[in-house]
């Protein structure tokens, strides 16, 4: 257990000219006993992160502390870190109690009692005991993907670094094991770094998550405060499932314009933006209200006339693509049992209280919704 | 469908082309078996057996003798037992030479990896032939018998000479070999092992070893066969003749005067036994011993 920070964290592959930024200037504090998801899309620096935690590359620049001890110069033999693989890294001749021993043979000066009842212990913790004797070949994937977290609870390593260690799972298993690892990591209480690519990983797993994109840190927050309050366009469009709708607006005289889409702000969203030329609009497929029968939040001039193309049916809920007659194109949710065809003209409502508005140049959040509706505490966002 | 049925389908299969195609199969089986056999049936000739009948017969009544063998074993006893000295310890410390280096230049990184990989490579391609003076002259520099001075060094120089320079010659090529399985081996897993706190050592004693056992026994049937069978530096580096090799000994079962094929056949054949015997030793090994089975 331990508090790990990382103190502008650089990594540059190559010299020279030919070299790749990979991680730019990075700074995350990691609280003890936090779990920290580091998500972004693929290329975005999240793995080499976690591997310079890890010892397994070099930092170019910045430090890296585990308790407070600078880790940079020590070899990851040193750190007391343990790692999930994506490939969960098995050794495929030693068998499953042999491959949890490895690391407890090699990094500690236990007996062989004691290694076997540790052992012992975390199998039955995750469940494992029967495959003791198996070998790597002999399992499941999803077996394998305990014996390679056993292997790192054995250890009770200062720090678990997890990279997409569910991504070889089938969907079922991955949403179980999801909730079975939360569970585990909140019964462990050790620091956790998890690396992901899938948002709603993200989003149900961690106290926090750092977002990457191009190897910058985008944000740091809790995931609903990703969720409500983006640091900017690309975390607002990372974050949340369908992603955001954005439209590209000029500012004119408190009104956002797009050709024949004029969208007038009161004062206080006008307020934050009037210093901005060009803006670009967010708001949230849920918060969409289409014919205005989930809600009259929208009245009048934020209402605008659109015709349905496509409706997705998901069961909970329909993904309703929406072309708006003045312009942009927007995607909707709305209720399950709702009926909508497709082709049918519609009102959509787009509330005031929920836009987010976003600097055109530089991306940053200028305005995000307000939350003076919402039940959250604000120790969670 | 019962056997007959099938049978049937197999007759009616057997078209022109598939009866041409068996045809030369068949051609060529006995074109590249026939002089193994022509000298197998010679070797259990008497010397007016095989002056009167054709190669490839079979021994006429009464000129079959087994005594071409007996006298085909005496005298290769010595070059067999030298043989096995030199090339066994030679195969295996290649073979071990060539893992090492292939796991540190595979599975390891350091600066100037790529460099040192390519003097391996180019190694490959050294011809014995051009390496024959500097190397006799490199060994008489040395003078095993005369700097260490024990009677088993100077006894067996020829053969540790010898040995030394097929290890060294061999490292090259098995490198290569090793290095193209290692290759394979998921670098996550050595990263977890790292992170387990195995050092570089450990990683290849506890886990690069146990998982290249395939790739050993290819490479030990490969080198072992390779040394065995060398002439050519066991002609140039051994003159002691208590020393001498199979290879050696087998060149000189050609008579001076009269040709004993029979004894010649029948010294061809135990030379190259245990070449064989490995072969079936370490070929049974090798398909036992894919990673991973449990």
């Keep these: 257990m331990a508090r790990l920070e990382l103190d502008s964290v650089t990594k540059r592959f190559g010299e020279g000219d030919g070299s790749v930024l990979a991680v730019d200037d990075v700074n995350v504090d990691i609280a003890d006993g936090e779990f920290l998801v580091l998500v972004g899309p693929s290329g975005c620096g999240k793995s080499t992160t976690l591997r310079m935690v890890a010892g397994l590359e070099s930092i170019t620049d910045g430090e890296i502390r585990l308790d407070g001890d600078r880790m940079n110069e020590q070899g990851p033999a040193e750190r007391d870190i343990a790692m999930v693989f994506q490939s969960y890294a098995l050794y495929p001749h030693m068998t499953v109690r042999q491959n949890m021993r490895f690391g407890l043979e090699e990094s500690t000066s236990l007996g062989d009692e004691e290694m076997d009842a540790r052992v012992d212990e975390t199998a039955e913790l995750l469940d494992i005991t029967e495959l003791l004797d198996r070998k790597p070949g002999a399992l499941s994937g999803g077996q394998r993907q305990r014996v390679a977290l056993g292997r790192a609870i054995v250890r009770e390593p200062k720090a678990f670094l997890m990279d997409e260690p569910l991504s070889n799972l089938d969907a079922k298993l991955r949403s179980q094991m999801r909730t079975e690892l939360q569970q585990l990591q909140a019964d ?173 140049d530089s991306g940053d959040a200028l305005h995000n919704r307000s939350l003076d509706d919402a039940e959250l505490d604000d120790a969670r966002v | 469908m019962s056997a007959a049925d099938r049978l049937q389908t197999t007759v009616a299969g057997l078209d022109r082309t598939r009866i ?165 081996i998921d670098d996550e897993m050595l990263e977890a092992a790292r992170l387990d706190g195995a050092s570089a050592a450990t990683i290849y004693r506890r886990i690069i070893l146990p998982l290249s056992i395939p790739i050993f026994a290819v490479t030990l049937i490969y080198q072992f066969t390779q040394i065995w069978n060398d002439l050519l530096f066991a002609i140039v580096l051994v003159s002691n003749p208590s020393n001498q090799v199979v290879t050696v000994a087998l060149n000189q079962l050609q008579g001076s005067f009269v040709q004993q094929f029979n004894l010649q056949m029948a010294g061809a054949f135990v030379a190259a036994l245990p070449t064989l015997v490995v072969y079936v030793l370490f070929g049974e090994q090798f398909a036992k011993g894919v990673a991973g089975d449990s």
């Excluded at chain 2, 030679?90 to 040192?116: D, E, H, I, K, P």
């Design chain 2, 20 to 184: 041409a195609l068996y045809a030369v199969l068949l051609a060529m089986v006995a074109f590249y078996l026939a002089p193994l056999e022509s000298g197998f049936m010679t070797a259990f000739k008497t010397p007016d057996g095989f002056r009167t009948t054709t190669p490839f017969a079979p021994p006429p009544l009464g000129e079959f003798t087994v005594s071409a063998w007996g006298t085909a074993f005496e005298r290769l006893s010595t070059g067999l037992l030298n043989s096995a000295l030199m090339a066994v310890p030679a195969t295996v410390l290649s073979a071990l030479f060539g893992s090492l280096a292939a796991y540190g230049l595979t599975n390891l990184s350091w600066r100037g990896q790529l460099g040192v990989l390519v003097l391996f490579v180019a190694g490959v391609f050294i011809p014995y032939q051009a390496v024959l003076v500097p190397l006799t002259q490199f060994w008489s520099f040395v003078d095993l018998g005369g700097r260490i001075p024990l009677e088993i060094v100077s006894a067996n120089e020829g053969l540790i000479n010898l040995s030394i320079t097929h290890v060294a010659y061999g490292i090259p090529i098995c490198t290569v070999l090793f290095r193209s399985y290692y290759a394979t």
């Design chain 1, 188 to 360: 462990l209480d050790t620091t956790t770094v998890y690396v992901t690519h899938d948002q709603t990983e993200a989003m149900t797993m961690g106290d926090r998550i750092a977002i990457l994109d191009a190897g910058e840190l985008q944000q740091v927050a809790t995931p609903l405060e990703a969720y409500h309050r983006p640091a900017n366009q690309f975390v607002a469009g990372f974050i949340g499932e369908p992603s955001m709708n954005f439209v590209d607006c000029a500012v004119e005289e408190a009104t956002l314009v797009d050709g024949a889409f004029r969208y007038p702000l009161g004062d206080e969203v006008g307020g934050a933006v009037d210093a901005a030329a060009d803006v670009t609009l967010g708001i949230r497929p849920e918060d969409l209200s289409v014919d205005g029968a989930d809600g009259d939040a929208a009245g009048g001039d934020h209402a605008f006339d659109a015709t349905v193309t496509v409706v997705e049916p998901m069961g909970d809920e329909n993904v309703v693509h929406l072309s708006l007659a003045d312009g942009p194109d927007l995607v909707a949710t709305v209720n399950g049992l709702r009926r909508i065809e497709s082709g049918t003209d519609v009102t959509v409502g787009i509330p005031e209280n929920a836009i987010h508005v976003f600097d055109g």
